[in-house]
């Protein structure tokens, strides 16, 4: 019943508001999905930053495409700046079965991974849920229903070899009796982080986890942007480690109510009346009035 929150409250955060735009010409989520542009083969994501390269089983979305399916197709509020988008080459992601790898960067500078060993991962979730219960009473009074972070559905772990930090979080919305998996991997660069993003739900967590593997695998950063192209002498290092990574970075670092929640929150995103009917509101995802808009793929 739910998936990607985050979306939604990257904007909440922002301030921007929500508004389906009600003279969008309206389809069916089969026509909606026929209209995406997929890609295959080797992509070489916008800004030459990264590649990937894919194998048949995945497929590539532009940052264009990539908004649509996360506005139009998963209910969210417009605005996200991305590369693009990883997805399953046999899944729709029209159904519920349906998951994406949202892809993004983050150039704020070299991150430094002195901190990776000595991070004790039990006690930065322990902060981590406490910062959320914390944060919940300004959720309630802005009209959100409350956040629940369950646990870790994968540990973080960091691969210091390939500098690639990976973890996986349960979260749990208001009175939902189901939870959101939001998967997470970060590929530290020369002058940023490669962000990949899996959103999905908590039952699909061991195909994700296997998913993920490969994703990690066609993921690497361009010639001259890799972690050990770091040059001390004239690049930024950033002001923040590993377990702020976990954290979200500079928004954790600064404690902000949305911000923080942005990176801790996911949900799944559809909604599902009969076959091929696609209903998908805002409400729905974050427990807002029964008033809000919603998106214009009709049944």
Same mark, same amino acid.
């Given at each position: 019943?739910?998936?990607?929150?985050?979306?939604?409250?990257?904007?909440?955060?922002?301030?921007?508001?929500?508004?389906?735009?009600?003279?969008?010409?309206?389809?069916?989520?089969?026509?909606?999905?026929?209209?995406?542009?997929?890609?295959?083969? +080797?992509?070489?994501?916008?800004?030459?930053?990264?590649?990937?390269?894919?194998?048949?089983?995945?497929?590539?979305?532009?940052?264009?495409?990539?908004?649509?399916?996360?506005?139009?197709?998963?209910?969210?509020?417009?605005?996200?700046?991305?590369?693009?988008?990883?997805?399953?080459?046999?899944?729709?992601?029209?159904?519920?079965?349906?998951?994406?790898?949202?892809?993004?960067?983050?150039?704020?500078?070299?991150?430094?991974?002195?901190?990776?060993?000595?991070?004790?991962?039990?006690?930065?979730?322990?902060?981590?849920?406490?910062?959320?219960?914390?944060?919940?009473?300004?959720?309630? +009074?802005a009209g959100y229903a409350p956040m629940t972070l369950v646990g870790w559905a994968e540990k973080p772990?960091?691969?210091?070899?390939?500098?690639?930090?990976?973890?996986? +979080?349960?979260?749990?919305?208001?009175? *939902?009796?189901?939870?959101?998996?939001?998967?997470?991997?970060?590929?530290?660069?020369?002058?940023?982080?490669?962000?990949?993003?899996?959103?999905?739900?908590?039952?699909?967590?061991?195909?994700?986890?296997?998913?993920?593997?490969?994703?990690?695998?066609?993921?690497?950063?361009?010639?001259?942007?890799?972690?050990?192209?770091? *040059?001390?002498?004239? *690049?930024?290092?950033?002001?923040?480690?590993?377990?702020?990574?976990?954290?979200?970075?500079?928004?954790?670092?600064?404690?902000?109510?949305?911000?923080?929640?942005?990176?801790?929150?996911?949900?799944?995103?559809?909604?599902?009346?009969?076959?091929?009917?696609?209903?998908?509101?805002?409400?729905?995802?974050?427990?807002?009035?029964?008033?809000?808009?919603?998106?214009?793929?009709?049944?």
């Open positions: 019943m739910l998936k990607n929150l985050a979306f939604a409250l990257f904007l909440f955060a922002t301030g921007a508001a929500f508004a389906a735009d009600p003279s969008a010409p309206s389809m069916t989520a089969q026509q909606f999905e026929a209209s995406l542009k997929y890609q295959d083969g +080797k992509i070489s994501l916008p800004g030459n930053i990264a590649t990937l390269n894919l194998p048949s089983t995945f497929r590539y979305l532009s940052p264009a495409d990539a908004e649509r399916v996360i506005v139009e197709g998963w209910g969210n509020p417009p605005g996200h700046k991305t590369l693009g988008m990883i997805v399953p080459a046999a899944t729709s992601l029209m159904t519920q079965a349906g998951w994406g790898v949202v892809v993004t960067y983050q150039e704020d500078g070299h991150v430094k991974d002195d901190d990776a060993d000595s991070i004790k991962y039990d006690e930065l979730l322990k902060q981590m849920q406490e910062g959320t219960e914390e944060d919940n009473a300004a959720r309630k +009074k772990s960091y691969d210091k070899a390939n500098h690639k930090l990976y973890w996986a +979080k349960e979260l749990r919305t208001g009175g *939902d009796n189901g939870s959101g998996l939001n998967y997470n991997i970060r590929v530290l660069g020369r002058k940023g982080v490669l962000v990949l993003n899996a959103v999905a739900s908590m039952d699909q967590i061991a195909k994700i986890k296997t998913e993920m593997t490969q994703v990690t695998a066609f993921s690497e950063f361009t010639d001259g942007n890799r972690y050990a192209d770091f *040059d001390s002498k004239s *690049d930024k290092t950033a002001e923040y480690g590993i377990a702020a990574l976990v954290l979200g970075g500079v928004a954790a670092k600064a404690g902000l109510f949305g911000k923080l929640l942005v990176l801790l929150l996911a949900a799944k995103k559809l909604i599902i009346v009969g076959i091929g009917a696609l209903v998908v509101g805002f409400n729905k995802l974050i427990g807002r009035k029964k008033d809000d808009n919603k998106v214009n793929l009709d049944k």
